[in-house]
């Protein structure tokens, strides 16, 4: 069961449930399709060098895994969530770190996109209460959407 699943009041409705976008595993496409360019370079070699591509093949390869699944962690340990009474940020897997804050509170939600976050999707998200503010939120996915749905909140 989810964190925020926990902890919602019974008059309570969720109207975002946010996500972090697929640009986290950029890294991990990236040596990807190095790992496949020297795969297909190690294949077109003689006999003698061959063994020593492959073995780079295998690094890379390796490194790739490693990118996926800190990629792949990190995104199943974020929950963003926007009720109709507060802001719910959790990350964490053993050590757990949760800011809540109420959309009473909200004064103003900030949205950074660079040129990249506009064309795929993606930005961070910031939102600054009465007295104190949420840590920023990086790659989250659609966040023009959360932000309304701060909002309107």
Known sequence: MSYYAKVLQAD???TFLGHLH???YGNAIIFG???????????????????????????????????YTRAWFRQWITEIVVTDKR??????????TTQEMNI???ET?????????????YGTVGVIGTGASLERI?????PLKMRNAIIVG
């Open 12 to 14: 309570e409705r969720v």
């Open 22 to 24: 697929w640009i986290l």
């Open 33 to 67: 399709i190095f790992t496949l360019v020297a795969m297909f370079f190690a294949m077109t070699r003689s006999e003698d060098q061959r063994s020593l591509a492959l073995i780079g093949t295998v690094i890379l390869a390796v490194i790739t895994v490693l990118f």
């Open 87 to 96: 802001i719910i940020y959790k990350r964490g897997f053993i050590s757990r």
């Open 104 to 106: 009473t509170k909200v």
């Open 109 to 121: 939600v900030d949205v950074v996109q660079g040129i990249w976050g506009r064309i795929l999707g």
């Open 138 to 142: 990086p790659y989250v996915a659609s």
